[in-house]
Structure formats: structure tokens, C-alpha cells
């Protein structure tokens, strides 16, 4: 049976390596360490994929073509995806009420939240790609 790739999936190149990464650094460490230690794992193990990754930049949140606010994400990986790091025993609906909104104020139309405190590794894709043409490329 041949796999059939979705035509229109956001990304699948950047996405499928974070996730190889993910999953690397979870079999080596499990929930077993702090954030800032997974973090460190974790960068290290997409850059050696190959990926661009900027750690804690500052992102501007508009709201209706206004700067309101800023978001620190955990890592930016290529420019396109924002990660952010837990740790947790669970993620709650906080943290991914949170993480959408965030997404939904920023440039991104892809974010990746990531857990690697609870039984399994969890990652949560969350794509927002409405109204992107009212960030220009001034703003980026």
C-alpha cells in the first residue's frame, strides 16, 4: 500500500523533522527533566537536522492590523513554525487555549505544542491561516 500525501498540508517537510527530533529527544530523556534541559536537547537535535532555529525571539500580536503586545515562543524553527515547550504531567485547555491564541495574533500559520511531561509524548499541530494578508511584510 503506497502513502497518499495530503496536497495541501502546511509545511510537511519541517513538520515530519520536528516530529523525528521530538521523538529523539523524548527516547533519550523521557518526562524525566526540566523545560530548559528538553529545550536544549531539543535545539540541538534540529539543527542537526538541519533546521534554522531561533530560541525565546519576540513576536509581535496584532489585532486588527495593530501591535498590541509580544509572545516570546519557546523556538521558531525555519521562520514558519512556532514550538512551544512543556513539561507537564498533562497539557490543560489553558495551555491550548493560550498557545491558539497567541498563534492566531502573530504572522505564523503553523504552531506546534509540545509536551514531554506526561506518560507519552504529546504534540498538538494548530494551524491558523485566515486573514493572513493583513500582516505585511513590514511586519515580519
Known sequence: MSKKLV????????????????????????GAFKEKIIERAL????????????????????????KIGAYIPDKIVNDKILLEIKCKTF???EDERQFWLYLKGSKYKIGLLINFGSEKLEIKRRIYDKAREKFSVNQR
Open 91 to 93: 497539557l490543560t485547555k
Open 7 to 30: 496536497k495541501d498540508f502546511l509545511y510537511p517537510i519541517e513538520t515530519y523533522l520536528i516530529r523525528k527530533a521530538c521523538f529523539k529527544v523524548w527516547k533519550e530523556f523521557g
Open 43 to 66: 535545539t540541538e537535535e534540529l539543527i542537526n537536522l538541519g533546521l534554522e532555529v531561533v530560541n525565546q525571539k519576540s513576536i509581535d500580536i496584532y489585532y486588527h492590523g495593530k
